[in-house]
């Protein structure tokens, strides 16, 4: 399985970005997929995450904020990302589990990571 990630830029402070990741390969394999980030000189952190069931859920300092999305159909999910501010800045990687992407250690399938720079 392989998961590719696109969406990333540079926007200003109150910004959007949609970020898009598509599950190639034995996607059906893929239970959860998610979203997680990494600042400069930070762990990686949760982001968002849904299941195949759609059941979904975003971390509740991005609530309000972010949204997260799937077609189940196509294997792809989205993260839209409203209001950016310059500490959203960092590394975006999608993630794919057979069981869960809520617990980093849980993830099997990791994307490549895109860019996302907000700027005040």
């Known amino acids: 399985v392989q998961l590719q990630a696109s969406g990333g830029g540079s926007v200003h402070t109150g910004g959007s970005l949609r970020l898009s990741c598509s599950a190639l390969g034995s996607a059906s394999s893929i239970y959860d997929m998610g979203w997680y980030r990494q600042a400069p000189g930070k762990q990686r952190e949760l982001v968002a995450f849904i299941t195949e069931r759609l059941s979904r859920r975003v971390v509740n300092s991005l609530e309000g904020r972010f949204t997260i999305d799937r077609d189940a159909a196509k294997d792809i999910i989205y993260l839209q990302m409203d209001n950016l501010k310059p500490e959203d800045t960092g590394v975006y990687y999608c993630?794919?589990?057979?069981?869960?992407?809520?617990?980093?250690?849980?993830?099997?399938?990791w994307g490549k990571g895109t860019q996302v720079t907000v700027s005040s």
């Open positions: 993630a794919g589990s057979r069981r869960s992407t809520a617990v980093i250690s849980l993830v099997e399938y």
